[in-house]
């Protein structure tokens, strides 16, 4: 019977491969392992003990290598020769022979180290204090020794393990972080790659750094003082350190991180508005324990944490006239100012001594002066601190008859001192039924007289004797002749038992010298010192009685700050000087002590023109107070307004009986008013309807009062006189700090409706308006806050016939309307004795700037001098009421050499630039020096009024280019912005597809290179030339010195220029396009001498908006390194300038404090050794935001054309730009009349060109912006009407705006979904609960419910969720969270299209 016998295939010997160095004719070495691979991977492996190998040695002896199955069809032979010499290698399988065997391989003795290596992460670095490991491998490598050896910051421990598989492990410990190196040698060779570099480092733990101070504190901290605290890293290891701060209401802050150098860091920042706050610590980019650490940002300061103690605020009796302390400690009570105001019995106040100790405690020294109650008032940051106010009182010390006065000096003359023996009686009755007792008690005094009068403005010295009276000191106050106290009064101790009393008179009248000692009055107090100018004089009798003081509130117009000069005549012929202060309405305060009884004369000049104030010079009777007789007096005797009441009183204490008769005559009839005060006098008043002199008579019993009849002078303050036909500007009796909320407008007697006009702040503080009067008669004025008048409002203003001003009979004469010499004065003279009145205005245009002066000759003529310094030819404009007179414009030939000044100049050709299409990518580029990316931003506005965020692309050295993508042809607007604040250039036009006509008006420059320079520093602008077409660009720069000029083209039509001033002064900067000038070229640039060491310096923490009134705001200022002193002022928008209170946070590091008390831009000057340090001034905004000149649009036929004599308009739109200034200038052939009218989308504005040509329009919001298209270019045609030729005019108008809003619905049609919200799922907790603070979170899936928009909102207990947050994480899956603030029940929606989800709405309980 057959059998069947399995016979296993044949082994296909061809395809297994041997190799390795086993194997190869040389490099084995003797005692080193060899070996060598059999690879049957192509054939699947082979059978179990298929592979044979033998090796015999050069005796022929035969050994058999150990044989490894790698299991994956290869295989590892390994053998070791003892013998030098050929040796042979069989390698078979399933008996046959494979690859070249046999092999024949040569063995020697030595060995080769690059047969070596090494590897593991040892090498590469590791932890200190672990180990760090590595393998060395010597298979091969033949017979040596292996050799180790490690250098670094530490003794590092190696130690060494042979693996007796031709391998060794290696450990090593290192102790300390640093670079190390490794050697690894075989028989004294190195092997490759060594020696090796390590980097250890410690081990970096974040859990083991600690963070504390008084910065992290639950407790809090308080707004606008620094809060430190420190972190502690010293056993964390060595890493980055990153800390912010979180505050509740504001953006994050960076801290100021100052490292100690020992693995401690000190971290300050600047809280700012109360609130919560957290505070992240992370090192090596991780969390530290504790944190976020939360606090909370406290007021400013605390009244109620402030501690007063002391002697000087107890209630124990006080000595008078010695000095007593208190002290008041602030430190936990915040930073804030201090105030201390002391006032003794009779409301007077007390100046202290306040001494900071610079550890939050203050110590208060003051003198109480008078015996009786002291009330002591604290207050912090304005508050008053606890038990506040206090109140001492004081008791009398020594004896005050002991004092007297021994001597009295004023200059380098001696006044001699009378004493006079005095009796006083004092009598008393008392009436008992029908008795009468009668009780009389004299008292003899001796009285001190000082003998003659002392000198104005000369030091005077008065010496105390108080030797005999015992404990005390000697305290004095000088009363002035208006009532006030002379402040700078010394009482020096002389040591010796005396004191001299050391004051100076500001000005002439009598003063009341009040001397006392441990506040009780010395013999005689208080003195009468008469003070005139001349030297001392005979006073004896001058102490006879006192004279009523005069004091009468006076209107003036026009006169800026210590522009009103006065003097009094008195009866016998002398001059003196009163006491004048302005009070901000347009009104004077003028005091005067009387020295004289009798008529005297007020004479009041205005030193702008030299001319007397309306009513000037007036008249007023002095009487005594005491006299006797019936006396009058008060400003209605004096001065008076029409249609206002004008007061006095009539005093008839101690005149006996008689009748009172009153009378007024003048212009106009004037009811009398008469009130009886029972109390020996009576109030009149009387109201005249007329301006003019008016005689108001006193009779007492049928006889005149003295001084009756009076002489007053009634003028028309709120209708006064302005001439017709040039600007003028008229001040408004106006009590509002904020200009901001006021509104004005003004109706001309003709006009049917109002038109605004400019409300501004005067020179001389007042707020008035400016205004040009077109035609005589009343004009009305309204001023309205919130749309309502304000007091006195409307205002009237009256302009008189007998003001128009006639150019045509203006003479001029001289010879500097002809010609001129460079470098000198030029004169002409200018008639207007015919002309009526009328403004006189006077300019000059050239080749340089030429200086004018006008002088007014009193005549009715004015010598007109310049100085150009420059030759050529120039154009000289002489207008009277805004009309050119006969001959101007002049043409003067301007003779001589020029200044010497430097001009560099280059001229550059500019092509048209690509056209922009829809649906392509834009691009505007521009460089704006000092800015940080995140803090720039920028718009586009379309032209149908959409606005867009353009994305805005960072390049280098703080250039940007901004990117759109327009979906419509026409003009575009592109705002950039930096800090929310228009860029220089900014809002720029942009117009995609055909550009418009170009030319220069549509050239642009911005940049700090227009605005200021520094020695040797390169000055930089940006200039746009995209929307003027090709054309030739000059730029010039003309200065004491040569600046180069650097030009580069950014090819997308507009290229970046800078010159290098190399001499301090005023440089002029020229850009022209096409032969003419850009707008507002030439630019005037003030290039300042090197800044030096100020350029280090840097400021952060800076609030550039949102500030508010009466709120404290800083700033933290670093000096890198600079070493010197800051100094700080800040210049609010009325040009009041105050210091800010600098304070060192540490070494090196400044904060800056300052309180704001008006609304508007503040401008922040710091400066370093006198130099403004980089940004200086800063620009911040407190109280609402600038109107935004992006958001004005400007339309009309007459931003295009128009004819000769003929009305045309236009209209800017500021819906949507908020409140600003809206400035309208039309320059071109002839001047033209310009009316603005308020209307729904904004103002209209209608003007009439008289002479055709080319006028262009500028229109500039909020400041110095132009509007996008501004300055517009008009083509105007038609017959000349304008009488003159080939001049160059200018008209203007501002026009402060009130926000205006548009409301606009757009529909846009809902893409139709389908979907199915029955197949949305929702899990986690927030769909149920909360806790309040804490984030609560679910999901939502909707994969499988269609397309849809998911909405979610939630409703509480009395308020809706602040902000619900939800992430889209793929596949309509969405994570949502939320955080509740307050406890409560709520109701969560939650839908899928318009449709609720399943389970929705929800019920969620926060706890």
């Known amino acids: 019977m057959p059998k069947k016998i399995p016979v296993a295939p044949g082994i296909n010997t061809d395809a297994v491969k041997v190799y390795g160095p086993g194997v190869e004719p040389e490099g084995v070495f003797v005692a080193s392992p060899a070996e060598f691979t059999v690879d049957a991977k192509p054939i699947g492996g082979l059978p179990k003990d298929a592979l044979k190998c033998v090796v015999t040695n050069p005796k022929g002896q035969v050994t058999e290598p150990i044989i490894k199955d790698n299991k994956d069809g290869t295989y590892n032979v390994a053998y070791t020769p003892e013998d030098e010499g050929p040796h042979t290698v069989d390698v078979n399988v399933a008996g046959k022979p494979v690859g070249k065997s046999p092999f024949k391989v040569g063995v020697v003795e030595g060995s080769d180290a690059s047969k070596c290596k090494a590897y593991g992460p040892g090498l590469q670095g590791g932890p200190t204090n672990k180990p760090a490991k590595f393998t060395v491998e010597t298979k091969g490598a033949g017979t040596g020794g292996l050799g180790l050896a490690i250098e670094g910051p530490s003794e590092a421990k190696m130690t060494c393990k042979d693996n007796k598989d031709g391998t060794c492990s290696v450990e090593y410990w290192p102790t300390k972080p640093g670079d190390y ?26 859990t083991k750094v600690k963070a504390s101070g008084p910065g992290l504190e639950r407790a809090g901290v308080r707004a606008g003082a620094p809060a430190t605290f420190t972190v502690d890293a010293t056993k964390a290891g060595v890493a980055p350190l990153d800390v912010t701060v979180i505050p509740e209401k504001g953006p994050k802050e960076k801290p100021i991180i100052k490292d100690n150098g020992d693995g401690t860091f000190e971290c300050t920042y600047m809280p700012q508005t109360e609130g919560k706050c957290d505070v992240e610590v992370k090192y090596a980019d991780q969390h530290i324990p504790q944190s976020p650490f939360h606090t909370k940002i406290l007021p400013s300061h605390d009244a109620s944490k402030v501690k007063v103690k002391g002697p000087g605020i107890e209630k124990a009796a006080i000595p008078a006239s010695m000095p007593i302390e208190f002290i008041v400690d602030t430190r936990d009570a915040g930073d804030a100012e201090l105030t201390i105001i002391i006032v003794d019995g009779n409301g007077k106040p007390i100046k202290p001594d306040i001494i900071d100790n610079g550890d939050g405690t203050y110590k208060i020294t003051y003198t109480p002066t008078e015996v009786g109650r002291y009330t002591i008032t604290v207050k912090y940051g304005g508050d008053p601190v606890p038990s506040c106010p206090y109140t001492v009182r004081t008791t009398p010390t020594g004896d005050a008859s002991k004092c007297q006065i021994i001597g009295v000096k004023c200059g380098d003359v001696d006044i001699p001192i009378v004493r006079r023996m005095s009796t006083d009686t ?82 002439t009248g009598r003063y009341t010298l009040d001397i006392k000692f441990g506040g009780v009055a010395i013999n005689g107090a208080p003195f009468k010192v008469l003070a005139e100018e001349g030297p001392p004089r005979s006073d004896v009798d001058g102490m006879a009685q006192d004279m009523r003081p005069f004091d009468l509130v006076i209107p003036v117009t026009g006169a800026g700050p210590g522009q009103i000069t006065g003097s009094v005549k008195t009866p016998s012929g002398k001059v003196h000087t009163p006491h004048i202060t302005e009070n901000k309405d347009g009104t004077i305060t003028v005091k005067y002590s009387p020295v004289e009884k009798g008529l005297h004369e007020l004479s009041l000049i205005n030193k702008y023109n030299n001319k007397h104030v309306g009513g000037s010079p007036f008249q007023f009777h002095v009487d005594e107070i005491k006299s006797g007789q019936v006396t009058a007096y008060g400003p ?44 020996g006098t009576c109030s009149v008043s009387y109201f005249p309807t007329k301006p003019g002199d008016y005689a108001i008579i006193v009779k007492f019993a049928d006889k005149h009062v003295p001084g009756s009849p009076f002489n007053a002078k009634i003028t028309d303050f709120p209708g006064r006189h302005v001439p017709l036909g040039r600007s003028s500007e008229v001040p408004l009796k106006i009590n509002e700090p904020d200009l901001s909320q006021l509104t004005a407008s003004i109706k001309s007697p003709s006009a049917i409706k109002e038109e605004p006009c400019q409300l501004k702040r005067l020179p001389n503080g007042n707020i008035g308006i400016s205004f040009t009067p077109r035609e005589t008669g009343e004009h009305l004025v309204s001023v309205k806050k919130h749309g309502r008048h304000v007091t006195n409002s409307p205002f009237k203003i009256n302009v008189g016939p007998q003001e128009i001003g006639d150019a045509s009979k203006v003479k001029v004469s001289g010879l500097g309307i002809a010609e001129a010499d460079a470098g000198e004065i030029a004169e002409f003279l200018v008639d207007t004795r015919k002309a009526g009145y009328g403004g006189l205005g006077v300019s000059i245009e050239g080749p340089s700037k030429a200086d004018i002066n006008c002088e007014d000759n009193g005549d009715g003529t004015c010598t007109v001098t310049y100085r150009p310094t420059e030759p050529g030819n120039y154009i000289l404009n002489v207008k009277y009421a805004d009309q050119h007179v006969p001959g101007s414009p002049f043409k003067v030939k301007v003779h001589g050499e020029g200044s010497g000044k430097f001009v560099e100049t280059i001229t550059r050709k500019r092509q048209a630039p690509a056209v922009s299409h829809v649906g392509s990518e834009c691009e505007l580029g521009l460089k704006i020096s000092n800015t940080d990316p995140l803090d720039m931003t920028a718009q586009v506005t379309n032209p149908a009024g959409k606005t867009e965020d353009a994305e805005i692309i960072d390049g280098s050295a703080c250039t940007y ?38 030319g220069a008006h549509k050239v642009h420059a911005g940049g700090p290179g227009l605005e200021r320079g520094e020695v040797k520093q390169k000055a930089e602008f940006t200039v746009w030339t995209r929307e003027a077409g090709p054309g030739s660009l000059g730029i010039s720069v003309e200065g004491p010195a040569k600046a180069e000029i650097d030009f580069e083209d950014k090819k997308d039509g507009s290229c970046q220029v800078s010159y290098l001033p190399t001499e301090p002064g005023e440089y002029t900067v020229s850009i022209k396009y096409n032969d003419e000038h850009i707008p507002d070229s030439p630019f005037k640039v003030f290039v300042t001498p090197s800044i030096g060491d100020a350029r280090r310096l840097s400021v952060t923490s800076l609030q550039e908006t949102g500030l508010k009134t009466n709120q404290p705001a800083s700033f933290a200022v670093q000096l890198n390194g600079a ?31 300052f309180m704001p008390k008006e609304n508007g831009v503040h401008m922040i000057h710091v400066k370093f050794k006198g130099a403004h340090i980089p940004g200086s001034p800063f620009r911040v905004r407190v109280g609402n935001v ?133 197949k949305v799922s929702s899990t986690g907790m927030g769909l149920k609960k909360a806790f309040i603070n804490k984030k609560a979170q679910f999901t939502v899936i909707a994969s499988s419910a269609g397309q849809n928009m998911l909405t979610v909102g939630i409703a509480g207990p009395k308020t809706p969720c602040e902000e619900i947050i939800v992430k889209h994480h793929g596949n309509h899956k969405y994570v949502i969270n939320y955080v509740l603030k307050e406890k409560g029940s709520y109701v969560m929606l939650v839908k899928w299209g318009e449709d609720h989800i399943p389970g929705s709405p929800f019920s969620i309980v926060c706890t």
């Open 181 to 206: 190196e490794i050697q690894v040698k075989f028989a004294d060779q190195h092997i490759p790659g060594s020696p090796y570099h390590s980097t250890v480092q410690d081990v970096i733990d974040p």
């Open 426 to 507: 004092e009598g008393s009755v008392a009436s008992y039924e029908s008795t009468t007792s009668t009780t009389t008690t004299t008292t003899t005094t001796t009285r001190e007289t000082i003998t003659k009068t002392v000198t104005v403005h000369e030091e005077t010295v008065i010496k105390v004797n108080s030797r005999d009276a015992g404990k005390g000191r000697v305290t004095a106050t000088v009363t002035a002749p208006d009532g006030t106290d002379v402040g700078d009064v010394n009482v020096i101790d002389n040591g010796d038992g005396t004191f001299d009393i050391v004051w100076t008179c500001p000005a």
């Open 1123 to 1153: 070493q010197g002193l800051i100094d700080a002022k800040v210049v609010s928008p009325t040009g009041a300038e105050e210091d800010c209170l600098i304070t060192e946070i540490s070494e090196g590091n400044y904060a800056v404090r």
């Open 1186 to 1318: 600038d109107g935004d000149p992006g958001m004005v649009h400007a339309s009309g036929p007459g931003l295009e054309y128009g004819r000769t004599g003929e009305k045309t308009h236009f209209i800017v739109n500021t819906c949507g730009a908020g409140a600003g200034a809206l400035a309208l200038t039309i320059d071109g052939p002839s001047k033209v009349k310009m009316d603005v009218e308020e209307v729904p989308e904004g103002y209209k504005c209608i003007y009439t060109p008289m002479a055709p040509g080319d006028y262009f329009i500028t229109i500039k919001y909020a400041g110095a912006h132009h509007i996008v298209g501004s300055p517009f270019k008009v083509k105007v045609t038609g017959p000349n009407k304008a009488g003159v030729t080939g001049v160059h005019e200018s008209s203007q108008v501002v026009v402060e705006t009130v926000t205006k809003t548009t409301t606009t619905t757009n529909y846009a049609a809902m893409p139709n979904f389908i979907s199915d919200a029955s």
């Open 636 to 679: 209605g005797l004096t001065h008076g307004v029409v249609s206002e009441p004008c007061n006095f009183t009539i005093n008839t204490k101690d005149a006996g009986a008689g009748g009172l008769a009153l009378a007024v005559e003048g212009p106009s009839k004037a009811e009398i008013k008469c009130v009886d005060n029972k109390d």
């Open 961 to 998: 280019t901004v990117k759109f993508v327009p979906t419509m042809m026409g003009v575009h607007t592109v705002s950039v912005k930096h800090k929310g604040a228009h860029v220089a250039g900014s809002p720029f036009q942009f117009t995609v597809g055909p550009l418009g006509e170009g």
